[in-house]
């Protein structure tokens, strides 16, 4: 049942795909047997790996790719720009050519809990977990575990087992 599905035909959608109700998808690449769950918008130029989960009432936008077998939590947003403004200096409204997009990338394995936030031009490492509602203001080294505002390293992961 696709009544509440909202997929742009510019969408590419690889096999085996689970989308829930009530999302926006445009512009955008999900890979092989990736679980989209309901609320979830993923914008143009976003790329979402092979068996992913994205829970619900998640965002992700321009420049963000997720590698394969990532799970994102309910409620996670990605960022894309360090210093949105809505207006130039002359007052006129911004448009894409006023602002770059920034990119973020979430490596293989890795785990984004519920509620965080992660800023532009960061990179969370393979197997790596963040912690729910942290705030993601820079790199994450793979099999590390982050938590808080902002994130800081808690610990490492050896062998999937945290220590």
Not at 24 to 44: M, P, R, S
Not at 102 to 125: D, F, P, Q
């Amino acid at each position: 049942m696709n009544t509440y599905q909202c997929i742009a035909p510019d969408v590419k959608l690889g096999k085996n795909i689970r989308m829930s109700n009530f999302i926006n998808l445009y512009g955008c690449e999900i890979g092989d047997e990736t679980k989209i769950g309901a609320f979830v918008e993923v914008q143009k130029n976003a790329k979402i790996g092979k068996r992913c989960k994205i829970s619900s009432h998640t965002f992700i936008c321009e420049g963000v790719t997720i590698e394969d077998c990532v799970f994102v939590g309910h409620g996670v947003t990605f960022i894309n720009d360090s210093y949105p403004r809505a207006a130039n200096p002359d007052g006129t409204l911004q448009t894409e050519q006023d602002w770059k997009v920034e990119r973020t990338v979430v490596k293989m394995g890795a785990s984004v809990g519920s509620g965080a936030t992660i800023l532009s031009n960061v990179t969370i490492g393979e197997n790596a977990i963040v912690g729910a509602g942290a705030v993601v203001t820079k790199d994450v080294p793979a099999n590390a575990i982050v938590a808080g505002n902002p994130a800081k390293f808690l610990r490492s992961i050896s062998s999937g087992v945290a220590k």
